[in-house]
């Protein structure tokens, strides 16, 4: 197991390494300047010049990705010419919003929706089952944006119960330094949590039902029952164990759907996150910003993954018997 | 709404219905679709479908204005829907209604075409990964772990922002072209299997080229998994390009596209919200609608798996 951990990592690191590239090219092969001389703001020509100079943007472009390299593995993730103010900094402002958001939505996607799959199973095409496949086929469907648009409109404007936006009252508690502020940022994190939160449990009560139905017809589940062990011993012991396998798998799969919403509920709700971050930077050309974002969320990601497959070596011992069970059941 | 727009959007629900009922009727003599029909959010899924569709090409006639005319920018501003505006009017004063069967043509002809564009990429590379195995294999599976840890909306985010404004089919293939992934995964897992049954062994032996064997013998038996990965790539890219275009750069406003309509609703979220609510109603139907067909038609192409 050990051996294919290994292995797993080093492929996480070159993917990573493949995805910096890839941004970097993107970037170098998008039309447009980064200093306009002349143009709407007008910029001294012999400035520009400098600047140019100074951020080593005449060296060929092997030497610059060469450099990019090098400082991306010293921990330097480039200085931004919009904030100005190291990007990294600017970064590990917004991560930790992006990572409650994240955090708080995956909890009540995995809480909300394994529970309602298992139970749906259990009712497997009875009335609540038929009701709830509906609504979460529904709910599935959303565009997040336009549920965090709704969500907003019935609870933030017309109940007044949650806040419309921000991370945090910004007059009685800019940090949280105290119970009530700790509530605060809780309250305002309601909203986004939930809209990405309840998409994602929609989708994870589908997956978890179609699991449980499946491990239900196979042989072990009615050996299990033909030898008379009592039902609920079943469910747990039997079905339920191998139907969390393929939930793991899911939960890697989470990842990019999670920051794919960030990046537009954060939007939405004026978080202070990464994606809005991006959604910014973008808008200012402001390539140091969005190579790095790119990067930390493709990091993101590929964590992810890594995080799922280690559960998943942990939870089913057939993996670490022999690896390829692993693929059998992520391709499953 | 005039009377002749009126007309023109009963006849598209009466032939949507029709359709519908049609389609089920032929499916009572064979198995396959008898299997479909069960599922009962798959009629609804067609039905709907059908009518947006339907919408989307007949967009002038049940159309009555032109989308991106402002009759009237101060009496008509968020007009709350009545008889005559069905879904109101924006806070140009734009009529809703008109811009939803405008934008059904984008938001639909993005999700198909971006769809297409997708799903026959990720079949050639699945195909050709999974017949070939060895390096080639390698190669092409390494290529699609690295685009599945690629965080797509940052990238689209990047390619679209860099390059201007991209025109609607560009946009199209930019998100054709980050959607494959999956489907290629798919593709290969079934090829794998494919490859070693007989009838391929049998065209190898006769001598058929690799070509041939792939388009002609491997991925017409693959056809169970694209159509049904076909339905859902719709709903993606129709989701991706209403996130581009509610972040102000997917389609170029006035345009109307669903995506477009929702980013211009949410500036005037509380005094009107209808100009939010139809367009995302839209999608998520849309997207709702092909879950649905893609859940029945996995029952329906798929003999092994008992229906549950």
Same mark, same amino acid.
């Given at each position: 197991?050990?051996?294919?951990?290994?292995?797993?990592?080093?492929?996480?690191?070159?993917?990573?390494?493949?995805?910096?590239?890839?941004?970097?090219?993107?970037?170098?092969?998008?039309?447009? *300047?980064?200093?306009?001389?002349?143009? *709407?703001?007008?910029?001294?020509?012999?400035?520009?010049? +400098?600047?140019?100079?100074?951020?080593?943007?005449?060296?060929?472009?092997?030497?610059?990705?060469?450099?990019?390299?090098?400082?991306?593995?010293?921990?330097?993730?480039?200085?931004?010419?919009?904030?100005?103010?190291?990007?990294?900094?600017?970064?590990?402002?917004?991560?930790?919003?992006? +990572?409650?958001?994240?955090?708080?939505?995956?909890?009540?996607?995995?809480? +909300?929706?394994?529970?309602?799959?298992?139970?749906?199973?259990?009712?497997?095409?009875?009335?609540?089952?038929?009701?709830?496949?509906?609504?979460?086929?529904?709910?599935?469907?959303?565009?997040?944006?336009?549920?965090?648009?709704?969500?907003?409109?019935?609870?933030?404007?017309?109940?007044?119960?949650?806040?419309?936006?921000?991370?945090?009252?910004?007059?009685?508690?800019?940090?949280?330094?105290? +119970?009530?502020?700790?509530?605060?940022?809780?309250?305002?994190?309601?909203?986004?949590?939930?809209?990405?939160?309840?998409?994602?449990?929609?989708?994870?009560?589908?997956?978890?039902?179609?699991?449980?139905?499946?491990?239900?017809?196979?042989?072990?589940?009615?050996?299990?029952?033909?030898?008379?062990?009592?039902?609920?011993?079943?469910?747990?012991?039997?079905?339920?164990?191998?139907?969390?396998?393929?939930?793991?798998?899911?939960?890697?799969?989470?990842?990019?759907?999670?920051?794919?919403?960030?990046?537009?509920?954060?939007?939405?709700?004026?978080?202070?996150?990464?994606?809005?971050?991006?959604?910014?930077?973008?808008?200012?050309?402001?390539?140091?910003?969005?190579?790095?974002?790119?990067?930390?969320?493709?990091?993101?990601?590929?964590?992810?993954?890594?995080?799922?497959?280690?559960?998943?070596?942990?939870?089913?011992?057939?993996?670490?018997?022999? *690896?390829?069970?692993?693929?059998?059941?992520?391709?499953? | 709404?005039?009377?002749?727009?009126?007309?023109?959007?009963?006849?598209?629900?009466?032939?949507?219905?029709?359709?519908?009922?049609?389609?089920?009727?032929?499916?009572?003599?064979?198995?396959?679709?008898?299997?479909?029909?069960?599922?009962?959010?798959?009629?609804?899924?067609?039905?709907?479908?059908?009518?947006?569709?339907?919408?989307?090409?007949?967009?002038?006639?049940?159309?009555?204005?032109?989308?991106?005319?402002?009759?009237?920018?101060?009496?008509?501003?968020?007009?709350?829907?009545?008889?005559?505006?069905?879904?109101?009017?924006?806070?140009?004063?734009?009529?809703?209604?008109?811009?939803?069967?405008?934008?059904?043509?984008?938001?639909?002809?993005?999700?198909?075409?971006?769809?297409?564009?997708?799903?026959?990429?990720?079949? @050639?590379?699945?195909?050709?990964?999974?017949?070939?195995?060895?390096?080639?294999?390698?190669?092409?599976?390494?290529?699609?772990?690295?685009?599945?840890?690629?965080?797509?909306?940052?990238?689209? @985010?990047?390619?679209?922002?860099?390059?201007?404004?991209?025109?609607?089919?560009?946009?199209?293939?930019?998100?054709?072209?980050?959607?494959?992934?999956?489907?290629?995964?798919?593709?290969?897992?079934?090829?794998?299997?494919?490859?070693?049954?007989?009838?391929?062994?049998?065209?190898?032996?006769?001598?058929?080229?690799?070509?041939?064997?792939?388009?002609?013998?491997?991925?017409?038996?693959?056809?169970?998994?694209?159509?049904?990965?076909?339905?859902?790539?719709?709903?993606?890219?129709?989701?991706?390009?209403?996130?581009?275009?509610?972040?102000?750069?997917?389609?170029?406003?006035?345009?109307?596209?669903?995506?477009?309509?929702?980013?211009?609703?949410?500036?005037?979220?509380?005094?009107?919200?209808?100009?939010?609510?139809?367009?995302?109603?839209?999608?998520?139907?849309?997207?709702?609608?092909?879950?649905?067909?893609?859940?029945?038609?996995?029952?329906?192409?798929?003999?092994?798996?008992?229906?549950?």
């Amino acid at each position: 197991m050990m051996a294919w951990l290994l292995r797993r990592l080093v492929a996480s690191v070159a993917i990573i390494f493949a995805v910096v590239t890839f941004v970097f090219v993107l970037i170098h092969l998008a039309p447009g *300047e980064p200093c306009f001389a002349g143009g *709407e703001n007008f910029t001294d020509p012999e400035i520009c010049r +400098l600047l140019v100079r100074q951020f080593g943007l005449d060296q060929p472009i092997l030497v610059q990705y060469w450099r990019y390299l090098v400082e991306l593995v010293r921990g330097n993730l480039g200085y931004s010419f919009a904030l100005h103010r190291p990007v990294g900094d600017a970064i590990a402002d917004t991560v930790p919003f992006t +990572l409650q958001l994240a955090g708080t939505a995956l909890l009540l996607d995995f809480t +909300l929706g394994l529970g309602l799959g298992i139970y749906q199973a259990l009712r497997a095409n009875r009335l609540p089952d038929v009701v709830l496949g509906n609504v979460t086929l529904f709910v599935y469907s959303l565009p997040t944006f336009w549920l965090a648009l709704i969500l907003l409109f019935l609870f933030g404007e017309k109940l007044r119960l949650f806040p419309v936006g921000g991370a945090s009252d910004p007059i009685l508690c800019p940090t949280v330094d105290s +119970l009530y502020c700790l509530v605060d940022r809780i309250w305002h994190l309601v909203l986004p949590a939930a809209t990405l939160g309840l998409v994602g449990a929609a989708g994870t009560a589908r997956f978890q039902r179609a699991a449980m139905l499946e491990i239900a017809q196979q042989d072990f589940v009615r050996t299990a029952r033909a030898k008379g062990l009592p039902e609920p011993r079943v469910v747990l012991r039997h079905q339920l164990r191998n139907a969390l396998l393929s939930s793991i798998t899911r939960f890697g799969l989470t990842f990019p759907f999670l920051l794919t919403g960030a990046v537009l509920v954060e939007t939405i709700f004026a978080l202070p996150g990464m994606g809005r971050l991006t959604v910014d930077a973008i808008l200012q050309r402001d390539y140091a910003v969005v190579t790095a974002t790119a990067l930390i969320a493709s990091a993101m990601v590929v964590t992810g993954s890594l995080i799922a497959d280690i559960l998943l070596a942990l939870a089913d011992p057939r993996i670490r018997v022999h *690896e390829d069970a692993a693929l059998d059941i992520v391709t499953a | 709404m005039t009377f002749a727009s009126w007309l023109a959007l009963v006849i598209a629900i009466v032939v949507a219905a029709e359709a519908v009922r049609w389609l089920r009727h032929r499916a009572l003599a064979h198995e396959h679709w008898r299997r479909f029909f069960r599922h009962p959010t798959a009629a609804w899924g067609c039905g709907i479908l059908t009518f947006l569709v339907i919408i989307a090409i007949a967009a002038p006639l049940v159309a009555p204005l032109d989308p991106v005319v402002q009759p009237d920018p101060v009496r008509l501003q968020n007009h709350p829907p009545s008889l005559t505006f069905l879904m109101g009017t924006d806070v140009f004063s734009r009529d809703v209604w008109s811009r939803f069967a405008y934008g059904a043509r984008i938001s639909l002809g993005i999700g198909a075409l971006g769809a297409f564009i997708a799903v026959a990429l990720g079949s @050639l590379v699945g195909a050709v990964a999974g017949y070939y195995r060895r390096w080639v294999d390698g190669m092409l599976m390494r290529l699609v772990d690295i685009g599945l840890a690629l965080p797509r909306i940052f990238i689209l @985010l990047m390619a679209v922002a860099l390059w201007d404004r991209l025109p609607f089919a560009w946009l199209a293939f930019v998100i054709g072209l980050t959607s494959w992934f999956g489907t290629s995964r798919l593709v290969r897992a079934e090829v794998l299997g494919l490859r070693e049954r007989e009838f391929v062994v049998a065209a190898r032996a006769l001598g058929a080229r690799s070509s041939r064997v792939i388009f002609g013998h491997v991925l017409p038996n693959a056809a169970a998994p694209i159509i049904v990965s076909a339905a859902l790539s719709v709903g993606n890219v129709l989701l991706l390009e209403a996130s581009l275009s509610f972040l102000g750069i997917g389609v170029a406003p006035p345009r109307p596209s669903w995506g477009n309509m929702i980013a211009d609703g949410a500036l005037s979220l509380y005094t009107a919200p209808w100009t939010t609510l139809f367009a995302g109603l839209a999608i998520s139907l849309v997207v709702m609608s092909l879950n649905a067909v893609a859940d029945g038609l996995r029952d329906a192409l798929d003999p092994r798996e008992e229906s549950s």
